[in-house]
């Protein structure tokens, strides 16, 4: 059901998200970055697609409860002292990165050709090992 509704709110619009970074924004999972002079803020990003938000964040928070690498993102980022909504907001924006990679290739998601999650399975294989 997640996934669907996460289709649903990005669309088939392939043109509206030239870059991984655009749908992010969009999402809300980039921070808004504001400079002037020698002032620079970072600051979590209000004018965004809710609904999208939503759906993203729902689907990343849940799959950290089945994938190893998401799990570990979001230990990680719960360990550099950030709160949930934060490590979610991390968490959804790796996710987008792989979504809008399989979704301009053509390519189903695939665990098997997930680095980042086959390093991460090797690591445990041999410390278990």
Sequence with gaps: MRAARLLAEIGDARGRFPTPASLACLAGVAPSTRESGKARVVAFRWAVDKQLRDAVCDFAGDSRHSNP????????????GHDHPHCVRILARAWLDIIWKCWTTDTAYNPDRHRALQRLLNQDQKTTG
Excluded: N, Q
Excluded at 69 to 80: F, K, P
């Design 69 to 80: 690498w998401a799990a570990d993102l979001y230990h990680r980022a719960r360990a550099r």
